[in-house]
């Protein structure tokens, strides 16, 4: 017992002087609480609905009102007012907005000689939980609707048609850009940031400090290998997962341009990330500890498996500045909607401009000492 306890009392001196560890022991299962739980399930809110009305008759105008009570009031979604509906249409595909209410022409007529009359909701069905959102308020708006008293006698309930801007899309298809973010995560962490970690505790890193290398080619060298075998990873994922989730038109070649580049912009943005983190760990275990930290701070508040529309306001603050949700609602253009590089160049500069920002200040924090 007595070299058993030698054993127990090595190993327990360890865990004490590193104060990491029992941070992140401690600090994890909080910080699961309550990203994990605020990121499922939450009242989907604040949606873009674009409105155009082509009637501008008392009943088209009531409605607009009672829309514009549901902004005030629920704040289930927040209107726009289009005079073209070629411009809303254009703005819902590359996802400014989630749906847009189409007012005919005609409906006043039709609501005074109670002749069915209809109003469309056009929705991105690519988020079947942002889509049935807005049909489930819509369907209450219309419920409520109620003309003006002079057109009571001869007014009639006006009617709902959903329009799909997209073929029907299963949530694995749903699932698969963030999927594809986190394959090139796993291997920017585990080929790269760990690596570089555990060089710098076995002294492997002592041969390139006493080269004339500067810091910057130094940086830039570990951040473009470690962009090489995360986009890699992220090709495979995107070929394989776009047969398995069935993609329509997976190898269209315009379409994996984008593709590739969204991925490459990506992998980039993440690998400076982990190394701005890690530029001054020596610890290890620092890094695998702070994986899992990791994997839910960025991966959960992206977007990638719920709406972040249905966020408290402070888990949506986190994702505006996570590259996660910028990289997936990219590759969620791309591969459900088709979309082009007019859908997703502000994803793209964000992107670029992150890596850079995190590319120099890793540079300015590295220290040629060993």
């Known amino acids: 017992m007595q070299r058993t306890w030698a054993i127990i009392e090595r190993e327990l001196r360890r865990f004490r002087r590193s104060p990491m560890m029992i941070l992140f022991s401690l600090v994890l299962p909080i910080i699961q609480l309550l990203i994990l739980g605020h990121a499922f399930g939450g009242n989907v809110k604040n949606l873009k609905l674009g409105v155009v009305d082509q009637d501008h008759g008392v009943p088209a105008v009531k409605l607009r009102e009672l829309a514009g009570a549901v902004t005030a009031g629920a704040k289930t979604f927040d209107t726009i007012e289009y005079a073209d509906p070629g411009a809303a249409l254009t ?7 989630q749906g847009v209410l189409m007012i005919p022409p005609d409906f006043s007529r039709r609501v005074h000689q109670r002749n069915d009359p209809r109003i469309a909701l056009i929705g991105d069905n690519t988020d079947n939980f942002v889509s049935a959102t807005l049909v489930a308020q819509m369907r209450s708006l219309l419920a ?14 006006p009617s709902l048609e959903v ?3 997209y073929p029907y899309v299963p949530y694995v298809q749903y699932l698969l850009p963030g999927l594809i973010v986190m394959s090139i995560f796993m291997t920017v962490m585990v080929g790269g940031a760990i690596n570089y970690v555990d060089d710098k505790a076995h002294g492997l890193h002592e041969g390139y400090l ?4 500067t810091k910057l080619e130094l940086i830039a060298g570990f951040n473009i290998s470690g962009t090489i075998k995360a986009v890699a990873a992220g090709a495979v ?7 398995i989730a069935g993609i329509p038109n997976p190898f269209e070649p315009l379409r994996l341009f984008r593709i590739a580049v969204v991925v490459i912009c990506t992998a980039f943005a993440l690998i400076s990330l982990m190394f701005l983190i890690m530029v001054r760990m020596s ?10 930290m990791l994997n839910i701070v960025l991966f959960f508040p992206s977007g990638a498996v719920y709406p972040q529309q249905g966020f408290p306001p402070w888990l949506q603050a986190m994702a505006v500045l996570n590259p996660f949700t910028y990289a997936v609602r990219a590759l969620k253009s791309l591969l459900l909607k088709n979309a082009g590089f007019a859908a997703i160049g502000g994803d793209l500069l964000f992107l670029v401009l992150f890596s850079l920002v995190t590319m ?3 540079t300015l924090l590295f220290k040629r000492t060993l």
């Open 91 to 97: 703005d819902l595909r590359n996802g400014r907005i």
């Open 360 to 362: 120099a200040a890793a």
């Open 144 to 157: 409520a609707f109620d003309p003006p008293t002079k057109l009571r006698r001869i007014a009639a309930q």
């Open 163 to 165: 329009v799909e801007m």
């Open 237 to 243: 994922i995107v070929v394989v997962g776009s047969l």
């Open 210 to 213: 006493v080269t004339p290398i």
């Open 283 to 292: 610890n290890p275990m620092a890094p695998r500890a702070l994986f899992g």
